[in-house]
């Protein structure tokens, strides 16, 4: 039954997401593929991020290779990490996970609005270029993305528009939804 339940949220959550938006929202989200579903039976890491009764809470997801198994490694910027080894229902899905293997999920406080985020600086990182060169954000526990390079400050609470430094793109964000802490991210 609980199995039933679980792809039951998982339909209505897709459903909901590709009928559910209104107004213009042109630009707001990238173009560039992004494609994850972790469900999450019982990561702390990950759960602070997607319990809509927490805001501010914010989780970057990377995947990473442990001993030759697939991981995501999570990382929350309340101090806390975690690793959540891949099913075999992860690897049949293969998730893209953002424009450089990151993405960065959580509630805002200002709203309580679900956001998920690229973890790369919108105005550093290049996903044309060749190699492509990470320029990976990094989180405050206060809901803020740094950049080292540009030391730009983007405001996650606030839809990751620039906070701090010079004015610039604001964060590259996906559509996204949850079914809570112990539920299903669901990026796209």
Not at 16 to 38: H, K, N, Q, W, Y
Not at 81 to 99: A, F, H, V
Request: charged share 20%; proline share 5%; aromatic share 6%.
């Amino acid at each position: 039954m609980q199995k039933r339940n679980f792809f039951h949220n998982i339909l209505s959550l897709l459903c909901f997401m590709a009928l559910g938006s209104c107004g213009d929202v042109t630009g707001e989200f990238s173009r560039r593929p992004c494609r994850v579903i972790i469900e999450n039976i019982n990561d702390p890491t990950l759960g602070s991020a997607l319990n809509p009764m927490v805001s501010g809470v914010f989780c970057m997801i990377e995947m990473t290779h442990k001993g030759g198994a697939a991981h995501y490694h999570c990382t929350s910027n309340q101090g806390l990490t975690s690793d959540i080894p891949w099913t075999e229902l992860d690897k049949r899905r293969n998730p893209i996970m953002g424009l450089n293997n990151g993405i960065i999920v959580g509630h805002g406080s200002l709203d309580q609005t679900f956001f998920a985020y690229d973890r790369e600086c919108p105005n550093c990182f290049d996903p044309d270029a060749i190699p492509i060169k990470s320029k990976p954000l990094r989180m405050n526990n206060i809901g803020r993305a740094i950049c080292d390079i540009c030391k730009r400050e983007y405001d996650m609470n606030n839809r990751g528009i620039v906070v701090k430094g010079e004015a610039g793109n604001k964060l590259t964000r996906f559509r996204a939804s949850t079914t809570g802490p112990h539920g299903a991210l669901i990026v796209q």
